[in-house]
T-cell receptor, first 113, second 113 residues
Framework: NAGVTQTPKFQVLKTGQSMTLQCAQD?????MYWYRQDPGMGLRLIYY???????DKGEVPNGYNVSRLNKREFSLRLESAAPSQTSVYFC????????????FGDGTRLSIL | QKEVEQNSGPLSVPEGAIASLNCTYS??????FFWYRQYSGKSPELIMS????GDKEDGRFTAQLNKASQYVSLLIRDSQPSDSATYLC?????????????FGKGTLLTVNP
């Protein structure tokens, strides 16, 4: 089983460019999440989808949009990239939106020049 | 603001020793607790879940939970150099539909051969 798969693994963008980060899970999980991780800041939740058809803002949603395409896939879009969005992005999933652990993908390292 | 606090470290222990990692949380109503291991440049990997007061053992790892004192700890027995990583404490601050997994910033553990 692949678990949670993120693409791409690395990306360099110029300020103002747009990009979509892809995430897919094969564990039949209902809930999916997008985090960013910055040095000294820990993991911060950007958006989440408690179940197929729903999405909600997390702690740091500004500058991002998401789409829960189906039960397996949850994408994160940067409409107009800014240097402050340089970070490592992790997608995660969990069985449901309750007391269940989250399982992470390998991450996308995004640099915005 | 609901918080999860960890000592940032680095915590340095000799090979074969017991490493003790601590975490405190601010929400007395928290119901589920997780420890993740994150190697440098990699994604967080779930190593322990604990839901009830007391100890939970899995191989060389023991998670300890004390809800009255609002702390959770991770003990690693017979520490190995391969245990060198950042350990993230995650707490579900709120139950049921108010699920919110909050991560600490992590403790860097170094095991010296």
């Amino acid at each position: 089983n692949a678990g949670v798969t993120q693409t791409p693994k690395f990306q360099v963008l110029k300020t103002g460019q747009s990009m979509t980060l892809q995430c897919a899970q094969d564990m039949n999980h209902n809930s999916m999440y997008w985090y960013r991780q910055d040095p000294g800041m820990g993991l911060r939740l950007i958006y989440y989808s408690a179940s197929e058809g729903t999405t909600d803002k997390g702690e740091v949603p500004n500058g991002y949009n998401v789409s829960r395409l189906n039960k397996r896939e949850f994408s994160l879009r940067l409409e107009s990239a800014a240097p402050s969005q340089t970070s490592v992005y992790f997608c995660a999933s969990s069985v449901d939106y309750s007391n269940q652990p989250q399982h992470f993908g390998d991450g996308t390292r995004l640099s915005i020049l | 603001q609901k918080e999860v606090e960890q000592n940032s470290g680095p915590l340095s222990v000799p090979e074969g020793a017991i490493a003790s990692l601590n975490c405190t949380y601010s929400d007395r109503g928290s119901q589920s607790f997780f420890w993740y291991r994150q190697y440098s440049g990699k994604s967080p990997e779930l190593i322990m879940s604990i839901y009830s007061n007391g100890d939970k053992e899995d191989g060389r790892f023991t998670a300890q939970l004390n809800k009255a004192s609002q702390y959770v700890s991770l003990l690693i027995r017979d520490s190995q150099p391969s245990d060198s990583a950042t350990y993230l404490c995650a707490v579900n601050m709120g139950g049921g539909s108010n699920y919110k997994l909050t991560f600490g910033k992590g403790t860097l553990l170094t095991v010296n051969p």
